[in-house]
T-cell receptor, first 115, second 112 residues
Framework: AQSVSQHNHHVILSEAASLELGCNYS??????LFWYVQYPGQHLQLLLK??????LVKGIKGFEAEFIKSKFSFNLRKPSVQWSDTAEYFC?????????????FGSGTRLLVRP | DTGVSQDPRHKITKRGQNVTFRCDPI?????LYWYRQTLGQGPEFLTY????????KSRLLSDRFSAERPKGSFSTLEIQRTEQGDSAMYLC??????????FGPGTRLTVL
């Protein structure tokens, strides 16, 4: 079955700490990978995406993610978080051969950054 | 702001009533998706349109649910005879074919 697993449901960090959020997927085929973020009171926004090429992807606000095909993983990282990074983060995947390109989401990770 | 818009943002209804939500996609986007998100979960795919054609429906979309995109622009999602289990956030997203989906703010439905 197609699925996305986000291992950490809640993460609490202090400002300037480093962040790594785990994401693993199960999908029978080649995939595109996404991280979306939802800030408090706002809608889902794209943070970064991987379609092909360099498996290390850089996104907005200093975030990056690395696609490791052998591990079916797409972990999100940021070297130094800020209070404004407090949000819910969703990993998602869709299949390159799926004509719908529908997204399959993980259950999300709530990040709280303490000032 | 020329992003995806949804109306209403909140809807409270009594069990058994019908409700309709509207989504206006980004103007040049020919694909429109509906997702449902419940508390503590990520969004789940319901259905999608390419232009005015509805091309796929999830098994989550029971017979009480119907979606339309009559002119290939805005879309409506109707739920008939609402049940408490329908309480959720209903999200709309749009894209150009085979590209990134951009999400609207959602409609939060509460069924009493």
């Amino acid at each position: 079955a197609q699925s996305v697993s986000q291992h950490n449901h809640h993460v609490i960090l202090s400002e300037a700490a480093s962040l790594e959020l785990g994401c693993n997927y199960s999908y029978g085929g080649t995939v595109n990978l996404f991280w979306y973020v939802q800030y408090p009171g706002q809608h889902l926004q794209l943070l970064l995406k991987y379609f092909s090429g360099d498996p290390l992807v850089k996104g907005i606000k200093g975030f990056e993610a690395e696609f490791i095909k052998s591990k079916f993983s797409f972990n999100l990282r940021k070297p130094s978080v800020q209070w404004s990074d407090t949000a819910e983060y969703f990993c998602a995947v869709n299949g390159k051969m799926d004509s719908s390109y529908k997204l399959i989401f993980g259950s999300g990770t709530r990040l709280l950054v303490r000032p | 702001d020329t992003g995806v818009s949804q109306d209403p943002r909140h809807k409270i209804t009594k069990r058994g009533q019908n409700v309709t939500f509207r989504c206006d996609p980004i103007s040049e986007h020919n694909r429109l998706y509906w997702y449902r998100q419940t508390l503590g979960q990520g969004p789940e795919f319901l259905t999608y349109f390419q232009n005015e054609a509805q091309l796929e429906k999830s098994r989550l979309l029971s017979d009480r649910f119907s979606a339309e995109r009559p002119k290939g622009s805005f879309s409506t999602l109707e739920i008939q005879r609402t049940e408490q289990g329908d309480s959720a956030m209903y999200l709309c997203a749009s894209s150009i074919v085979r590209d990134t989906q951009y999400f609207g703010p959602g409609t939060r439905l509460t069924v009493l």
